[in-house]
């Protein structure tokens, strides 16, 4: 069951118009966002290489720091823009973007575990 039969009436556009963006250096890898997420548009994963190499030095640290677990964006054509996940996150590591702007869906790679 997707949490969208928990919170099915406060979506607030088209599905995909907007997608939201996770700050890679500012996720801490807790969750909240997927908890709060009403139609599954986040999952948590490991950052691959690609995402590590972006990450600032502070955002190494941290990213070392909690395993190198952040929130993906795994069903962006999904998201209504509803903002839970950004109301959720403590460390406001989300934004949402127009989606021609927006990144694409991220591959099940950057969500796997690298062992
Ligand atoms: S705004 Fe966030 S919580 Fe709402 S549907 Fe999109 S990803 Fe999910």
Known sequence: MTNAALHPSHCRQAPGLFIPRIN????????????????DVLAMGLLGPAERSGLSWVGRIKALAHGHRQAFVVRPEACAACGDCIRACPKH???????????????????????
């Open 24 to 39: 890679r250096n500012r996720c801490e890898g807790k969750g909240p966002c997927v908890e709060a997420c009403p139609l």
């Open 93 to 115: 590591a989300i934004t949402l973007t127009r989606s021609s702007t927006a990144a694409p869906s991220e591959s099940a790679q950057d969500w796997s575990d690298p062992q």
